[in-house]
T-cell receptor, first 116, second 117 residues
Framework: DTAVSQTPKYLVTQMGNDKSIKCEQN?????MYWYKQDSKKFLKIMFS???????INETVPNRFSPKSPDKAHLNLHINSLELGDSAVYFC???????????????FGPGTRLTVL | DQQVKQNSPSLSVQEGRISILNCDYT??????FLWYKKYPAEGPTFLIS?????DKNEDGRFTVFLNKSAKHLSLHIVPSQPGDSAVYFC????????????????FGKGTLLTVNP
C-alpha cells in the first residue's frame, strides 16, 4: 500500500549509458515531481507535471527527460550519464490547493544513482 | 542563492527535553511552510505545516511557529524522543504565476537532530 514508490532503489551504471527511473503514486494526486539530492544534501526540484502536463523544468540538462504516461506515473529517463549525475533522486506527488494555499508533497523512498 | 536557510547543520538534545529547529527565508512570496523528517535511505516524510496567515500550528509533540516580519520559522519538539533522531528539512511554498494552482517547494539544507537517551 505504498503511497509513492520508485524503482529501482539503487542503480549503478557506467558513464555514457542511458537509464530510467520509474515512479508511481496511488494517492490520486494530480501533480508529480522529480527532485535531485546531491552530495551537498540540497533537495532541488527538477521537474513537475500536472495531469501529464509539464509545469516546472528547472534548467536541467536536456539529457534528462521526464515521461508521464498517465497522472499516476512519472518516469525519469537519463541519456549519456555523466559522473556528476550521481545523486539520490526523489519522486513526489501532491494535490495542490487542498483547502489551503501552498502544497504538501509526499515523497518516494529515493533512487540512489551511482555513475562510474 | 539560498532562499531557505537552516543555519544549524546539527543539533543534539537529551531525551525528554525540547528540540528547537530553526529556519529563515528570504522570499516574501512564500505563503506556506512545511517541515519534513528524513531517516537515512528513506524519502522525506511530511511532518507539519503552517500557512502564512497563522503564527502557530500544533500537532501533538510538534509545534511550528512562524514570524513573518522576521521571515523566520521554528519547529519545537517536546518532549524529544530517540526516535525523533533524523534530518529535518524546512520547506517553503510559492505559487507559480498568478491565478493558477501550481506551486514550487524550496528546501533548506536540513538539520540533523540527535536525541540522546
Amino acid at each position: 500500500d505504498t503511497a509513492v514508490s520508485q524503482t529501482p532503489k539503487y542503480l549503478v551504471t557506467q558513464m555514457g549509458n542511458d537509464k530510467s527511473i520509474k515512479c508511481e503514486q496511488n494517492l490520486g494526486h494530480d501533480t508529480m515531481y522529480w527532485y535531485k539530492q546531491d552530495s551537498k544534501k540540497f533537495l532541488k526540484i527538477m521537474f513537475s507535471y500536472n495531469n501529464k502536463e509539464l509545469i516546472i523544468n528547472e534548467t536541467v540538462p536536456n539529457r534528462f527527460s521526464p515521461k508521464s504516461p498517465d497522472k499516476a506515473h512519472l518516469n525519469l529517463h537519463i541519456n549519456s550519464l555523466e559522473l556528476g549525475d550521481s545523486a539520490v533522486y526523489f519522486c513526489a506527488s501532491s494535490h495542490p490547493g487542498q483547502g489551503h494555499p501552498g502544497d504538501t508533497q509526499y515523497f518516494g523512498p529515493g533512487t540512489r544513482l551511482t555513475v562510474l | 542563492d539560498q532562499q531557505v536557510k537552516q543555519n544549524s547543520p546539527s543539533l543534539s538534545v537529551q531525551e525528554g527535553r525540547i528540540s528547537i529547529l530553526n529556519c529563515d527565508y528570504t522570499n516574501s512570496m512564500f505563503d506556506y511552510f512545511l517541515w519534513y523528517k528524513k531517516y537515512p535511505a528513506e524519502g522525506p516524510t511530511f511532518l507539519i505545516s503552517i500557512s502564512s496567515i497563522k503564527d502557530k500550528n500544533e500537532d501533538g509533540r510538534f509545534t511550528v511557529f512562524l514570524n513573518k516580519s522576521a521571515k523566520h520559522l521554528s519547529l519545537h519538539i517536546v518532549p524529544s524522543q530517540p526516535g525523533d533522531s533524523a534530518v529535518y528539512f524546512c520547506a517553503a511554498s510559492a505559487l507559480l504565476g498568478s491565478g493558477g494552482s501550481n506551486y514550487k517547494l524550496t528546501f533548506g539544507k536540513g538539520t540533523l537532530l540527535t536525541v540522546n537517551p
